[in-house]
């Protein structure tokens, strides 16, 4: 540790100062735990992981219940072949099913099952419980919505941030 940056005191994290570095380390710790809580729990109950779910209710809540491959990658922010691979462990579980596009055969499809609406149907019970225990309890009704604002502007300002803020993809 050492230094002053602008009148503060200087972090072990380069460039940034003490209170700086708490609120970030505080935020990716919480992120994390909160990340492998919610995760645990649903793969323990469903045998699905957190990302599986965010893709069938994608799915789910689409009209058609189905999406391109490559507009499920950016919804997820991942790169096309781990979709790819993740799509197909759902679909050898029988939760999607792939197609050629009527509108384009060159872009394929993932569609969700009528298994995979039951199953995502219930993951989501253990999602919301998981977050209404975890995230949403620790905190009081105005906190929860100054959390949830600063989250929308970060994530604003990652979204104009351009290619670079595209999380998994070079």
Not at 63 to 88: W, Y
Not at 112 to 135: P, S
């Amino acid at each position: 540790m050492g230094g002053i940056i602008a009148g503060r005191t200087a972090s072990e994290m380069p460039g940034l100062d003490i209170a700086e570095q708490r609120a970030w380390q505080n935020f990716l710790d919480a992120a994390l735990r909160l990340y492998g809580t919610l995760n645990r729990g649903l793969v323990g109950q469903h045998k699905l992981n957190l990302v599986d779910v965010r893709l069938l209710q994608i799915l789910d809540n689409s009209e058609s219940g189905s999406a391109r491959m490559g507009d499920l990658a950016e919804q997820l922010m991942s790169l096309p072949s781990r979709v790819t691979r993740q799509i197909r462990r759902l679909e050898t579980a029988g939760l999607v099913r792939r197609e050629a596009s009527p509108d384009d055969g060159r872009s394929v499809l993932a569609g969700i099952t009528d298994q995979g609406r039951e199953v995502v149907e219930e993951a989501m019970l253990t999602y919301a419980k998981g977050v209404r225990e975890n995230f949403l309890g620790p905190l009081s009704r105005p906190q929860m919505a100054a959390m949830g604002e600063n989250c929308r502007r970060i994530n604003a300002s990652l979204k104009s941030g351009g290619s670079s803020a595209k999380i998994g993809r070079v």
